[in-house]
């Protein structure tokens, strides 16, 4: 099956061929008929698989007749997060451009005014997230009793960043004769009811199981103790297969410690996290995007918003607190048909949530590496001759029989620079264990 057969105009296939794609996906394939013939539809789909172009594009050739009218949208798409909002606007620039078709982007983060203006002209797409979207509604910017279409997208996402009670206020005031499509990648139990609740008749669409992995994403877990997570990392990132990678860590200090940490090591490293401006964000996945920079260390504020063609790899700095957080941070990588790696760093008090994870994806991630042994007891003796430098209690009979001139004598150890660190353990046994040729870092010497 081509596109053409599934009823698009010949302006929107011409952009279609444009920008490379040949075949639709089976997303495509099961949905776009139906937004055509403007049936309500629920899509379970998870990420990576064209999911949004399967509303954009019928979305533009609806909305080619019409007209708009100030302060009126004709359609709406909610996002939960600005990085999403951001993507589907690129969607609809990329596949739009043969038509004359006028669009708002409205997220948090920046200037309200341009966004005022752009409604005050009239648009024919308007894609917000609810925050600001209601933030506009109250001033009274904006009226939504003229949206035709409306799209719920990453409704999952949204009921997990408490979203749905402005997506059900924002529903009341929609026109109830009006064209419902809500995406999601699992449907639990409150999705369930809301669908029930604004959507008439929809047509169900599930092309994959609730919260798998894409396919064509080959996943590893490295055993690894907590203080050689760097060194692992680094070893990755000069691996002969690495062409770029998304970093992701659980907490935004880590992030802009880990992106200064690479950047000493000489990587071409940025970072996106929440404390970030939305303007510095966008710049940073820009750079990205561009190849100016190949190593983007990113919190859970970007796992569902980056889309990237072609990144080679995607590595869980830290396991993801929630399973579902697994699937999406993931599928950054392996998009649109291409195969992709993901690599998941975990350490022994990582076990119980790599457990959640393997039981939501249905089954056990490969390990390349042994966890590293807890360092041996000390004896007393030992012990005791090491606690003057840990602390600052009183040394012990025998450290203190020490001669002072000979303590003074001994060289302290120099430090080592990064680059040239003594090659870390989980590597060592990442040879005995890795399929395929040997990489070179894993064959190199260390120093």
Known sequence: ???????????????????????????????????????????????????????????????????????????????????????????????????????????????????????????????????????????????????????????????????????????????????????????????????????????????????????????????????????????????????????????????????????RSGFAAGQIQGDMDQADRIAEFDRFKSGEINVLVASDVAARGLDVKGVSHVVNFDVPWQPDDYVHRIGRTGRAGMKGIAITFATREDGEAVERIEKLIGHKIPRVGKAEPAAEAQPPEAEAAERPRRGRGKATPKAAAEPRDRQRREPRPEPQDEARAERSPVVEDLKSEWNGPMPSFLTQSAG
């Open 1 to 263: 099956m081509t596109f053409a057969d599934l009823g698009l105009s010949d302006e929107l296939l011409r952009a279609v061929e444009d920008s490379g794609y040949n075949e639709p996906t089976p997303i495509q394939r099961a949905t776009i008929p139906s937004v055509l013939m403007g049936k309500d539809l629920i899509g379970i789909a998870q990420t990576g698989t064209g999911k949004t172009a399967s509303f954009v594009l019928p979305m533009i050739d609806i909305l080619h007749h019409g007209r708009s009218r100030a302060r009126m949208p004709r359609s709406l798409i909610l996002e939960p997060t600005r990085e999403l909002a951001q993507q589907v606007s690129e969607n609809f620039e990329k596949y739009g451009k043969y038509h004359k078709l006028s669009m708002a982007l409205l997220i948090g983060g920046v200037q309200m005014g341009d966004q005022v203006k752009a409604l005050e002209k009239g648009v024919d797409v308007l894609i917000a997230t609810p925050g600001r979207l209601m933030d506009l509604f109250g001033r009274g910017k904006i009226m939504l009793n003229g949206c035709e279409l409306l799209v719920i997208d990453e409704a999952d996402r949204m009921l997990d960043m408490g979203f749905i009670p402005d997506i059900e206020e924002i529903c009341s005031k929609l026109p109830a004769s009006r064209q419902t499509l809500l995406f999601s990648a699992t449907m639990p139990p409150p999705i369930q009811k809301l669908s029930q609740k604004f959507l008439n008749d929809p047509k169900r669409v599930e092309v994959a199981r609730p919260a798998t992995a894409n396919v064509n994403i080959e996943q590893r877990l490295v055993e690894v103790r907590g203080d050689r997570k760097k060194d692992a990392l680094r070893d990755i990132l000069r691996h002969e297969e690495f062409r770029n990678a998304i970093v992701f860590s659980n907490r935004k200090t880590t992030v802009r410690e880990l992106a200064s940490s690479l950047k």
